[in-house]
């Protein structure tokens, strides 16, 4: 015992020193790697030879960042560690980079299963734990890893009818034996377009309308799922489904306005290409692909069509075709086709369209001739479940969708046009009841109308199930003002509606395309709601394999010939600049830019070569397009702005665009270029559209009578609000004129009633060129303002959407002009755009947010709170204000680990501010840069600060 204490007594300080030296270690190797994500997804499947790696950093130390990181990569969970790392071991790498880290180890081949994981230094140089472990799986890199061969059913001699040929669905099926000791399985599936596949009764994954869209004369996707639980020992059943889709499916308005082509603009009819790769644990491998001894019929999907809709008859359903031992003997062999030479086969770099949440009626009411209008509370993109309907066999469901109501009750359609927009479901007679959810269409819809009940329904009747492309979320907006925060809602809403594989117009008339002019307005709003890289990094190769033979970028992406009339436009072909700019920004990507560099000199020198020498685009620029001068700002309200004006002021920023893009892939030359000719398209412009006191002007003469203009042109003038906004918020002035054009901008708001007037192209600019200018309570009386026309009209005339004409829909007056009125259209929400980027203050100053500005805007009425999360590819960032105690202004703002935010507060002075309660002082974290124009200016490091400005 004697000994015992003697043994504890010298030890003691030992252990004690030693517990003191790992807690001092612990906080300063505080510095834990998280959401581990390979080309912007989590252990996804690629064929991405060199795939960039990123991760953030969480830390409960103020101040933290990385100073150098290590990865290590193995092919097996046994090899990874830093002695036994068979693919990649990175080494201690200085720099603070979290993202955009390309992997530089072993080539990759075919089908190899990586598995990485990352530690970080921190600012003390102590290492911080390794991350957990994550994963990517290469795909197919080589034309002759397919066995598989495109097989098909041409069914195109049935369903043709007076007005549309809608063929049914073709379903394939083979049986094969698979061995025990099965170690993985793995299936690689495309279409020419759609598919679902199915595996022993049990469907492949969760996506819908897969493979995707694309210009299939020049690529198609393949998905990649891991089977290895869905197959067995013994007889195996492989099946698949095929529809139209986008390949031969009707598409855009091309019937309403009578194109020569309506439906197949790609294909006649879908085609399926897939294989079953089977590796052994005996090391042994099999593959069971599409060709000769598969067999095919159609069956109870009878139409099938994105804008038409789906009619199943459910009495003639193969029961459990999909599992081994079904009689398939009347069953036709499927035809074997040849595999288009020039076709890529790419593995799916998007995010994938899957069923989001899933939405109940909020209430049901019958019409006069025996139908039933149930109401879903919400509009949005999807489809609708029938639940457990009885009838008799051969009774007929048929649901029909619309997004508003007429006065009497009776359901909206004509917005749709011709998109009918129908789904059908024909009872087999199962006395329990019988469920049906589409599979290869869905609608834009609130109201969905439904005949052939034989009994009142009850609300559980039916269940919306909400479609949509599954771009992780990324921020969220809140704030005292209940209008404001349904019209945040809306805003999110329209977007989970419209970006449904490529980034649509709208979900529900005959149209449903990739317009290039509201994506490029949306996509800087878009980025703060969810992580849009994956999407649209897909959409922007969708976009350059669409460039045009004159190098012009095109007015939708994909872009079927849906009418030989439409080619491209000012405002709208320069998503293809912007866009990628806007990746750039948002997230470090440079390959985006090395990737398509080509076809963005290209759009330039097609530019330049357009202005003639003159440096702008002078009136009647653009009068061999259609519409003459091209679409302009689109369902602006009142004097329109000048095409070639707005086109000029496009020019320009594209090329200082360019100039920052070339910087950031080290094109000094180019840089300088395009930094020169947005300097000389800036002076050219001054010259021209101004008057030489900052007032813009045009010749209005020179556009003759209008004939052949967007809503002719209703006196084109360039003192307009649309005009002033983007000359200020792309910077075509000088400072002097600058201020001249603010106030321009106020007077003409004041002018109008304090009410907006812009239209597509000048919605996003108006309230950031008024914060600019020194006018954020202009912007807040806009945003504020509750009549027409104005965000919040649409907000309490009961919208749950942004509508596409700012007069949609008034109480008093009913619809305008139903014929083109949709009510899930994005472009008005760019406001999005400056309720983030002002109100809550957010803004980048460098790429992928590594360092970036917090500098709110506070309102003088009508709001007291604003918070705003934002999770940015470095982390998540919060700016919130509240001033509803009356007595001081609290601001929340955290910064991610391994950034710097330059953060301006609002303060009478710095002895005003606090922080945690306690005065103000510089620190390893905390820099005071100064008070000026009546903000405290600091540089903040990470953490997670508490703010009170007294006696505001």
């Known amino acids: 015992m004697n000994n015992r204490r003697i043994f504890l007594h010298l030890i003691a300080p030992v252990l004690v020193m030693s517990m003191l030296f790992m807690a001092s270690c612990s906080n300063h190797a505080d510095l834990r790697p998280v959401n581990l994500r390979t080309e912007y997804k989590h252990d996804p499947v690629i064929d991405i030879r060199q795939p960039r790696l990123s991760w953030e950093l969480l830390s409960g130390v103020r101040g933290q960042a990385q100073t150098a990181w290590q990865v290590l990569v193995a092919s097996s969970p046994a090899l990874l560690s830093e002695e036994k790392a068979d693919m990649w071991n990175s080494g201690k790498v200085y720099g603070n980079e979290t993202n955009q880290i390309l992997y530089t180890g072993a080539p990759l081949s075919s089908r190899d299963i990586c598995y990485w994981k990352i530690r970080g230094w921190d600012k003390d140089g102590e290492a911080g734990p390794w991350s957990k472990a994550a994963t990517w799986e290469m795909g197919l890199l080589e034309t002759s890893d397919w066995q598989a061969r495109w097989i098909g059913n041409d069914l195109t001699a049935y369903g043709k009818g007076d007005i549309y040929h809608l063929p049914p669905a073709p379903f394939f099926r083979k049986e094969a034996e698979i061995r025990p000791g099965v170690k993985k399985a793995r299936l690689y599936v495309t279409a020419l377009g759609i598919y679902e596949f199915e595996i022993n009764g049990q469907r492949v994954g969760n996506d819908y309308f897969a493979p995707g869209w694309t210009d299939y004369d020049k690529r198609v996707y393949y998905q990649a799922y891991d089977v290895t639980n869905l197959v067995r020992r013994g007889t195996n059943a492989f099946g698949a489904i095929l529809a139209d889709g986008w390949y031969a499916g009707y598409l855009g308005y091309a019937l309403l306005v009578r194109n020569p082509v309506v439906r197949g603009f790609y294909g006649d009819f879908p085609k399926l290409k897939a294989q079953i790769e089977i590796e052994y644990k005996n090391g042994e491998k099999e593959v069971i692909f599409t060709g000769q001894g598969w067999k095919t019929n159609h069956g109870p999907i009878i139409e099938a069509d994105f804008l038409n809709g789906e009619t199943y008859d459910a009495s003639l359903e193969f029961d459990n075709w999909s599992r081994a031992g079904f009689d398939d003997a009347l069953w036709d062999h499927a035809t074997v086709y040849p595999a288009g030479a020039d076709r890529l086969i790419e593995c799916y770099p998007g995010d994938p369209?899957?069923?989001?949440?899933?939405?109940?009626?909020?209430?049901?009411?019958?019409?006069e001739d025996g139908k039933y209008i149930f109401n879903m509370g919400q509009n949005f993109a999807g489809v609708v479940r029938l639940n457990n309907v009885k009838g008799s066999r051969g009774d007929t469901i048929i649901m029909r969708f619309g997004e508003m109501l007429h006065p009497d009750g009776s359901l909206m359609t004509e917005n749709l046009r011709m998109a009918r927009a129908t789904n059908t479901y024909i009872i087999k007679g199962d006395p329990s009841g019988e469920t049906w959810t589409p599979r290869f269409t869905f609608q834009g819809f609130q109201y969905v109308e439904v005949s052939g009940f034989r009994s009142p329904p009850d609300l559980d009747a039916i269940t919306g199930i909400v479609l949509t492309t599954m771009t992780p979320e990324a921020g969220f907006l809140e704030t005292d003002n209940e209008l404001v925060n349904q019209l945040y809602s809306n805003i999110v809403w329209t977007q989970r509606s419209n970006f449904l594989e490529v980034p649509t117009d709208c979900p529900q008339r005959d149209e449903r395309l990739g317009w290039t002019g509201d994506a490029q307005v949306f996509v800087q709003s878009a980025t703060?709601?969810?992580?849009?890289?994956?999407?649209?990094?897909?959409?922007?190769?969708?976009?350059?394999?669409?460039?045009?033979?004159?190098?012009?970028?095109?007015?939708?992406?994909?872009?079927?010939?849906?009418?030989?009339?439409?080619?491209?436009?000012?405002?709208?072909?320069?998503?293809?600049?912007?866009?990628?700019?806007?990746?750039?920004?948002?997230?470090?990507?440079?390959?985006?830019?090395?990737?398509?560099?080509?076809?963005?000199?290209?759009?330039l020198r097609f530019m330049e070569d357009k202005s003639g020498g003159n440096l702008i685009y002078k009136e009647g620029s653009f009068e061999d397009i259609s519409p003459r001068g091209g679409f302009g700002d689109w369902l602006s309200v009142g004097k329109k702005t000048p095409p070639d004006l707005l086109a000029s002021i496009y020019f320009a920023y594209c090329a200082s665009l360019m100039h920052e893009m070339a910087q950031a892939i080290g094109e000094e030359s180019e840089a300088a270029r395009f930094e020169k000719?947005?300097?000389?398209?800036?002076?050219?412009?001054?010259?021209?559209?101004?008057?030489?006191?900052?007032?813009?002007?045009?010749?209005?003469?020179?556009?003759?009578?209008?004939?052949?203009?967007?809503?002719?042109?209703?006196?084109?003038?360039?003192?307009?609000?649309?005009?002033?906004a983007n000359a200020i918020f792309k910077n075509m002035l000088d400072e002097y004129k600058k201020e001249i054009a603010g106030r321009h901008l106020a007077d003409l708001i004041r002018a109008n009633d304090n009410k907006l007037s812009t239209g597509f192209l000048g919605v996003r600019p108006l309230l950031p060129a008024l914060s600019e200018t020194g006018r954020s309570d202009l912007a807040y009386m806009l945003l504020l303002n509750e009549e027409y026309p104005s965000w919040l009209f649409e907000v309490v005339n009961g919208a749950t959407t942004i509508w596409e004409r700012w007069d949609s829909y008034i109480k008093e007056t009913g619809f305008k002009n139903a014929g083109m009125n949709s009510f899930n259209h994005y472009a008005f929400g760019s406001v999005n755009e400056w309720m983030f980027g002002n109100m809550a203050g957010i803004k980048t100053d460098l790429p992928g947010y590594r360092r970036f500005t917090i500098n709110p805007e506070i309102a003088e009425e009508g709001i007291n709170f604003v918070k705003a999360n934002y999770r940015s590819i470095n982390g998540e960032i919060v700016s919130s204000w509240d001033k509803r105690s009356g007595q001081d202004i609290r601001f929340q703002i955290v910064v991610p680990v391994n950034t710097t935010a330059r953060v301006a507060i609002p303060a009478k002075n710095q002895d005003s501010v606090t922080e945690a309660g306690n005065p103000l002082s510089e620190s390893g974290y905390m820099k005071i840069l100064g008070y000026t124009d009546g903000r405290l200016n600091l540089e903040l490091g990470s953490g997670n600060y508490h703010f009170i400005v007294r006696n505001q």
């Open 353 to 367: 369209v899957q069923a989001h949440s899933e939405i109940s009626p909020v209430t049901v009411k019958p019409t």
């Open 528 to 603: 703060y709601n969810t992580d849009i890289a994956a999407f649209f990094s897909k959409w922007v190769v969708d976009l350059n394999d669409a460039q045009r033979p004159d190098n012009t970028y095109p007015i939708y992406a994909p872009a079927p010939p849906v009418r030989a009339t439409d080619t491209y436009s000012p405002g709208w072909s320069e998503a293809g600049i912007i866009v990628p700019y806007t990746l750039f920004m948002t997230y470090g990507d440079t390959r985006i830019i090395e990737r398509f560099w080509p076809n963005m000199l290209a759009y």
């Open 677 to 724: 000719l947005a300097a000389g398209i800036r002076q050219a412009f001054q010259l021209h559209y101004t008057d030489g006191e900052g007032r813009l002007i045009t010749n209005a003469a020179a556009y003759g009578d209008g004939a052949g203009y967007v809503d002719g042109h209703m006196g084109f003038d360039g003192h307009t609000q649309t005009a002033y």
